[in-house]
């Protein structure tokens, strides 16, 4: 990669840490750059203009190039690391779950905590209070169903950690934020465990 990297992020967001974690475990260094996304400072005409037109962060500068989605993000750092399976079918297995997790996954866990620790129950829409047992619901049978894929299995896809486990971690580790209740899924626990002892694993916070 000759051109610096620059991430446009929120800190706080698992988004964003998802791909922090990838440029970490890929020995990708990355610049960052923070906006606050409480201050709408990725809706303004310049962000807008100049960085994404959808208005949301993550995004990954690349030269003159602008990446947004994380899991896109995580998937062009990654490419060339351990965190690419070499096998074609586990390669496409990954991006299975890659799709999965911002389909069943995220849109649940995410945005329940994003609801209750960011913005705050008292300040939710009518509507957005009404989709919460939903999302509640939803996000369990995404948490049940990681839980039974591990029942015999130590990793998402093929025999080692591959960047299903990162972009399915950011979220699902930050999931008791959200009042899910991580005892029930013993499997995730001890998955989330073994991504936490890797040697060059970072933190949400770092
Ligand atoms: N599917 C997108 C989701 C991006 C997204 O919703 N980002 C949120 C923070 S996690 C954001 O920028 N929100 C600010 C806003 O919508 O104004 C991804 O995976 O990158």
């Given at each position: ?201 970072i933190a949400l916070d770092t």
């Amino acid at each position: 990669m000759g051109d610096k990297l620059v991430l446009h992020e929120d800190p706080g967001s698992a988004n964003c840490y998802k791909v922090r974690l990838t440029a970490a475990h890929a020995g990708v260094p990355i610049e960052r750059r923070a906006y606050d996304i409480m201050k709408g400072e990725t809706r303004t005409p310049e962000f807008l203009a100049n960085v994404s037109a959808n208005g949301r962060i993550p995004v990954l500068q690349v030269g003159d190039r602008f990446i947004a989605e994380s899991n896109a993000i995580c998937f062009y750092i990654a490419e060339g690391s351990p965190l690419m399976p070499a096998d074609r079918g586990d390669r496409a297995d990954m991006l299975h779950w890659l799709f999965w997790e911002q389909y069943q996954h995220e849109p649940n866990i995410a945005t329940v905590r994003f609801w209750m620790r960011w913005v705050g129950i008292d300040r939710l829409t009518d509507l957005q209070r009404a989709q919460i047992p939903v999302k509640r619901r939803l996000g369990d049978e995404a948490l049940k169903l990681m839980d039974d894929h591990l029942k015999d299995r130590e990793w998402f896809v093929g025999d080692a950690m591959s960047l299903a486990d990162i972009c399915l971690f950011a979220y699902t580790h930050v999931a008791d934020q959200a009042d899910f209740d991580l005892a029930l899924y013993p499997g995730v626990i001890e998955w989330m465990h073994r991504i936490m002892a890797q040697p060059l694993h970072i933190a949400l916070d770092t």
